[in-house]
């Protein structure tokens, strides 16, 4: 327990090292990030980075760690708890502060909207919309918010001091919330006498990818991690790069690129079946894929969100794009009751997902990932795609 | 097993245009009880499917979201699922059984010790739910009211 410690601490100190400039002049685009523990001393397969925040156009700044690196959303949020500095707020119709219901598998984040100038690696993105999870100035949730799941507003429920969606998108909820009446998903509220409800939220205001508003170096993201043998590590480093093609170390080399569908989709075929709505997440924590009748791995008799195969199992599937551009993967299910617990990176989790694949973090261990975003020109062709 | 498939959509979209129609009936509930369910989800009904066991009411919500509602040969909502850009409003889709979903869950994502699509079991109660923004997708079952024989599997 001690090792792990130690070795946690010590990734989290290098991964917090402040990056500021290269000797050549050109933009630094990488920032190092750490699949550890996580600040709750909780998480398994969480890749976790740094993140400096500064009141817009200001040198009042605050270093954050343990944010997960989540390529399954779009936008910065960052625990209120975590945060102290003074951010301005976003104010909407009649002046009154815009707050957000962010929606996710296994609950909602709430909280207020507000700027920051976000710093990672070299790179900026000023004055943009972040979402502050749980900040007692926003008690009240709204019944259509709290109707979608339950609240991860805390470092607890969440694991992690806050979510760094460098994802396929330019904005966490796009057109949709800029509808009016019922059409639109109810994400973005304006909050006056402590009461909150919804509101139309143009693109622009919106919490926003980073990465996209970088002045260069903006039109997607690379992220590398080691190999992650059978058994585990009891944590790991790797570094997520800025720019697809745009420095001499973020070229696409080989790597195939396969487009998605307009929500950010692909086909996985698996023993011949297609699977038209999975995706790549690397804020997954597993290989999330069907069900024990389709691919024969039980699930565990403690634990139905993993599966828990006698032996270690070999499979194959092969993602294709909506380009058509497809691409083998080999991966491996082991049994979950049978891991390290003192261990925190780990090739071999998997649990069922019905109808889908979750490619997870395991899918990011021993290769580079390119996530290109919307409407963002590349070498490869415009975002949305993966490339690996 | 041939599957009947009765396009009601014309015929639907006359009802919304006189009316606006409260769709759906929860999970556990009686399917008689659709048009008397003041829940919130604003949608449309798209088709009825068939077969000698069940009926799918598949349903449109005006968010984009489709919900699919299995009803059995009595007339109870046994099972239900759904996909699309949003979450649906579980609070109506799971109907009694979402607060003992909602206060269990935090327990479920920690005893998981991360985030990703989730399995959710409570009793005979099932829930689970994957995807990512823009495009999420979920089913929530109860066993004890599945037609005898059917797999899990086949609620898509």
Partial sequence: ?388 | MAKRLIRLTGFVVFLIAACPFQASATLGSDVTTVNEDRAKMQGALMSITRNDRFEIHQLQASNGTTVREYVSSTGTVFAVSWEGPWMPDLRQVLGPYFDAYQRTVPAVRNARRSHGPMTFRSGDLVVQIGGHPRAFAGRAYIERLMPQGMQAETIR
């Fill in chain 1, 1 to 388: 327990m001690y090792r792990l410690t130690f070795f946690s601490a010590l990734m989290l100190a290098q991964a917090a090292a402040p990056v500021c400039g290269s000797s050549d002049g050109s933009t630094v685009n990488t920032q190092a990030i750490v699949v550890n523990a996580g600040p709750a001393s909780t998480y398994f397969n969480g890749a976790f980075t740094s993140v400096v925040l500064c009141v817009p156009g200001t040198n009042t700044c605050q270093t954050i760690s343990g944010i997960l690196v989540d390529t399954g959303s779009s936008g910065l949020r960052v625990l209120s708890s975590a945060l102290t500095l003074p951010l301005p707020q976003q104010t909407g119709s009649g002046g009154a502060p815009v707050a957000e219901c962010g929606e996710f598998t296994d609950g909602f984040t709430w909280g207020p909207v507000q700027m920051a100038d976000i710093t990672l690696g070299g790179e900026q993105a000023k004055n943009t919309p972040v979402q502050v999870i749980g900040s007692p100035a926003f008690s009240n949730i709204p019944p259509n918010c709290l109707s979608t799941g339950a609240p991860e507003d805390t470092l607890a429920d969440l694991g992690a001091n806050g979510i760094l969606g460098v994802g396929l998108f330019r904005q966490d909820c796009g057109l949709a919330c800029t509808f009016t009446g019922s059409a639109n998903p109810g994400i973005y509220y304006v909050c006056a006498l402590g009461s909150c409800t919804v509101t139309t939220q143009a693109l622009a205001q919106q919490v926003q990818n980073p990465v996209w508003l970088f002045p260069s170096d903006n039109n997607g993201v690379g992220i590398t991690l080691p190999t992650v043998p059978a058994g585990g590590l009891a944590g790991t480093m790797g570094m997520m790069r800025f720019g697809i093609g745009t420095q001499s170390d973020n070229s696409l080399g080989s790597s195939q690129v396969q487009t998605t569908d307009a929500a950010g989709n692909f086909t996985t075929v698996f023993n011949g079946q297609s699977f038209g709505s999975s995706f790549i997440d690397s804020g997954s924590n597993g290989l999330y894929l069907l069900d024990t009748a389709t691919t024969g791995l039980p699930t565990c008799s403690d634990a139905p969100d993993f599966y828990c195969p006698p032996t270690l199992t070999q499979l194959s599937a092969t993602n294709r794009g909506a380009n058509g551009a497809a691409k083998q993967v080999g991966f491996q299910i082991g049994n979950a009751d049978a891991l390290n617990e003192a261990f925190t990176a780990f090739s071999e989790i998997g649990g069922p997902n019905p109808g889908l694949f979750d490619w997870g973090l395991p899918f990011f261990y021993g290769r580079t990932v390119f996530v290109a975003i919307e409407g963002q020109s590349t070498p490869g062709g415009v975002g949305p795609y993966w490339a690996y």
